[in-house]
């Protein structure tokens, strides 16, 4: 179960949004467990990611996933996204995928991302490049460059789409002109 949550973590929490927060703390601290138990739901989620990575803590995935599924019943959109996930890799595809949606909803970069992948893809979901196409976009805008590249790949390729190189290659630029 760590490594998969593990694989998990670095898969849909490392590096895709771009937001001016506070680093999260990465190894269990008694204030984690008390700002936690009080309701604050950052700390909440962030309990559940060290519980189940095992970090200052013995490992212990199912209690993990509780503290974060309580963040994700306050609508928090970051935890909503990884209970999502975790519930679709586990067999719980439904489910899953609402709380995914609820979080793209919210306007969470990496949960519209991953919507865009599962529509393009047709994974647990009749294929829908529509969709797939309006969340890479509302996460590309949320600052997720990967799904810029993804809509230039789609245009490129013709993929569901007219092919259409110009406008592909406009997309492959677009997650770079911010750093010019």
């Given at each position: 179960?760590?490594?998969?949550?593990?694989?998990?973590?670095?898969?849909?929490?490392?590096?895709?949004?771009?937001?001016?927060?506070?680093?999260?703390?990465?190894?269990?601290?008694?204030?984690?467990?008390?700002?936690?138990?009080?309701?604050?739901?950052?700390?909440?989620?962030?309990?559940?990611?060290v519980l189940m990575q095992g970090a200052g803590v013995p490992e212990n995935a199912e209690e993990g996933f509780r503290w974060v599924g309580k963040a994700s019943?306050?609508?928090?959109?970051?935890?909503?996204?990884?209970?999502?996930?975790?519930?679709?890799?586990?067999?719980?595809?439904?489910?899953?995928?609402?709380?995914?949606?609820?979080?793209?909803?919210?306007?969470?970069?990496?949960?519209?991302?991953?919507?865009?992948?599962?529509?393009?893809?047709?994974?647990?979901?009749?294929?829908?490049?529509?969709?797939?196409?309006?969340?890479?976009?509302?996460?590309?805008?949320?600052?997720?460059?990967?799904?810029?590249?993804?809509?230039?790949?789609?245009?490129?390729?013709?993929?569901?789409?007219?092919?259409?190189?110009?406008?592909?290659?406009?997309?492959?630029?677009?997650?770079?002109?911010?750093?010019?």
């Amino acid at each position: 179960m760590r490594s998969f949550c593990l694989l998990v973590m670095l898969m849909f929490t490392g590096g895709c949004a771009r937001r001016a927060e506070m680093p999260p703390e990465t190894t269990y601290s008694p204030e984690l467990k008390l700002r936690a138990e009080q309701g604050d739901l950052r700390s909440q989620h962030q309990l559940g990611v060290v519980l189940m990575q095992g970090a200052g803590v013995p490992e212990n995935a199912e209690e993990g996933f509780r503290w974060v599924g309580k963040a994700s019943q306050k609508n928090y959109a970051p935890s909503q996204f990884l209970c999502g996930v975790i519930l679709r890799t586990t067999g719980s595809s439904d489910q899953g995928l609402e709380l995914i949606e609820r979080a793209a909803e919210q306007g969470l970069p990496e949960a519209q991302m991953s919507l865009g992948l599962i529509y393009l893809g047709g994974s647990g979901v009749p294929k829908d490049i529509e969709q797939a196409i309006y969340w890479f976009r509302e996460a590309g805008e949320g600052g997720n460059g990967d799904a810029f590249t993804n809509l230039g790949y789609i245009y490129w390729d013709g993929n569901g789409v007219p092919k259409n190189r110009k406008k592909g290659a406009g997309y492959f630029k677009k997650p770079y002109r911010d750093w010019e």
